[in-house]
């Protein structure tokens, strides 16, 4: 040995949080506000990975719903994944800028027909030049059996209608839908040109979802991974898609290309935030501030589908990466996301007790309703498939949908992979697995007597433990 010595690296079973005193008397009273980057507020610090087993549009909605947010992978082609974060944003809005329209002398049947292909109960009726001439829902035609009839003869007509006023409040629409018992509000310039829609079922799914985590226009919050070959490109047509953070998705983040491409984003997107990683050092985190980083993430081969530590032999255990990384970001007042190796709500306890802001989540989401694909039936239960972006399965797949030459596709499966498949119980919907994550973490903070995750940071406090104090952690049956 050179006599150089040895850090000491600990991971999420080396520690245990240690309880203080608290007088908090109940989970209500404790708070899971958190930065996911320099200007976007989470309300609770949970983040789906931007894994193609894991995060597209139905995984981010719940996500962003329950509070967190996803990051649609980038494993797709540009138009695929600039639709996947278009869905989400439209999933819940309060105004719908572009509603479906009709004109007054289509038929009953070709309206019904287009109301059915774009799943919706109603369309607005406009002329020639974008006014509004009246509105033909589902309760105008129900009893219809005519298909020949005009929509002029079975729409609300626009002297009939009660509108709102481009740039109206959410409160006055609300008010004007009460009072008048309808469904939907079309919204109008001054002159009287179609500006939008707003319905009520969309302030009652607003009401369902009370601790979404949505824009300024009450969108949902998305994020989208970009990569080092088109990652401009890309980023430019996510930005114009309303993605509300650019995730560079680097397995080696503190290098001269990730930060290459880190500068060129800042540079394009003033208004949106750039996260940079994956890193594990106190220097990488402020080399990414320095280039620009909105978010720093940390985690280098904890994942839960990760072989780059027994590949390279490179990496820092999670909590000490996370330790280093937080106390070097919280003086350049950026937030830390800790992603990978999360193996029960314990482990979000500690990783967020440790210094990060959010925690980035793969393999227990992987098994849910939400990740991408369907299940499988296999060995009498359900399972679905997870596996690493640098897996043997994963280039295959990215090569074929390139639709590389097959020759090219096998040199490429043929590298020493980072990361591993395997299959997944399926758990049914992501919401009760969040729910759990959450409470275990709430009642982490509150052993620790912390009302909110900057309280958590300055209180929590760690014992190193032994193998036999890890033993001890874990339920045991069978004692004699
Ligand atoms: P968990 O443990 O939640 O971790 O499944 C998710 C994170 O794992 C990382 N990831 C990889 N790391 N090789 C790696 O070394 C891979 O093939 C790979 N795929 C994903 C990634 O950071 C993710 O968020």
Redesign the pocket.
């Known amino acids: 040995m050179s006599g150089k010595e040895f850090k000491l690296g600990l991971s999420f079973d080396d520690i245990l949080l240690v309880p203080h005193y608290s007088n908090i008397k109940s989970r209500k009273d404790i708070s899971l506000r958190t930065q996911f980057s320099r200007s976007i507020t989470l309300n609770i610090p949970i983040v789906s990975?931007?894994?193609d087993t894991?995060t597209e549009s139905r995984m981010a909605i719940a996500m962003a719903r329950a509070g967190g947010i996803g990051v649609i992978h980038r494993f797709l082609s540009i138009e695929e994944q600039v639709r996947e974060v278009k869905k989400v944003k439209r999933a819940e809005q309060m105004t719908i800028d572009d509603p479906f329209t009709t004109r007054k002398n289509v038929t009953l049947g070709e309206a019904l027909a287009y109301m059915q292909t774009q799943g919706v109960s109603s369309l607005l009726v406009t002329g020639e030049s974008g006014a509004l001439e009246g509105i033909l829902t589902s309760r105008d035609v129900r009893f219809k059996t005519d298909m020949d009839m005009k929509v002029s003869e079975l729409m609300t007509p626009r002297a009939r209608l009660v509108v709102g006023k481009k740039g109206i409040s959410q409160a006055r629409a609300l008010r004007l839908l009460d009072e008048h018992k309808i469904e939907k509000l079309p919204i109008v310039s001054p002159r009287n040109r179609l500006a939008g829609l707003i319905t009520a079922a969309d302030f009652r799914k607003t009401r369902e979802h009370i601790h979404a985590a949505k824009d300024t226009e009450g969108q949902l919050l998305v994020g989208a991974a970009v990569g080092v070959k088109d990652g401009v490109e890309r980023a430019e047509q996510l930005v114009r898609a309303g993605c509300d953070a650019l995730v560079i998705d680097i397995?080696h983040g503190h290098h001269a290309r990730a930060v290459q491409l880190l500068r060129a984003l800042k540079k394009r997107f003033k208004k949106t935030d750039v996260v940079a990683g994956?890193v594990v050092t106190a220097r990488a985190v402020s080399d990414l501030v320095r280039a620009g980083a909105d978010a720093v993430?940390v985690?280098?081969?904890?994942?839960?589908?990760?072989?780059?530590?027994v590949v390279a032999g490179s990496g820092v255990p999670q909590i000490t990466a996370i330790m280093e990384c937080a106390a070097a970001a919280r003086k350049l007042r950026v937030p830390i996301v800790a992603?990978?190796?999360?193996?029960n709500s314990g482990d979000v306890a500690k990783a967020i007790g440790a210094g990060a802001s959010s925690v980035?989540?793969?393999?227990?989401?992987?098994g849910s309703l939400e990740s991408p694909g369907e299940y499988y039936i296999e060995d009498g239960g359900a399972h679905k498939m997870?596996?690493?972006?640098?897996?043997r399965e994963?280039a295959y797949d990215q090569a074929k949908r390139e639709a590389r030459a097959p020759l090219e596709a096998s040199l490429l499966t043929g590298r020493a992979?980072?990361?591993?498949g395997f299959r997944v119980s399926y758990k049914g919907e992501v919401g009760r697995i969040l729910e759990n994550l959450v409470d275990g973490l709430q009642s982490g903070m509150s052993y620790s007597g912390a009302r909110a995750i900057s309280e958590f940071w300055k209180k929590a406090e760690f014992v190193r433990i032994t193998e036999a104090g890890m033993k001890e952690s874990a339920p045991r049956t069978n004692q004699a």
């Open positions: 990975a931007n894994m894991v397995a994956n993430k985690g280098i081969g904890p994942g839960a589908a990760c072989s780059t530590r992603d990978g190796g999360i193996k980035m989540i793969g393999n227990l989401f992987a997870y596996r690493g972006l640098a897996s994963a992979p980072e990361g591993v």
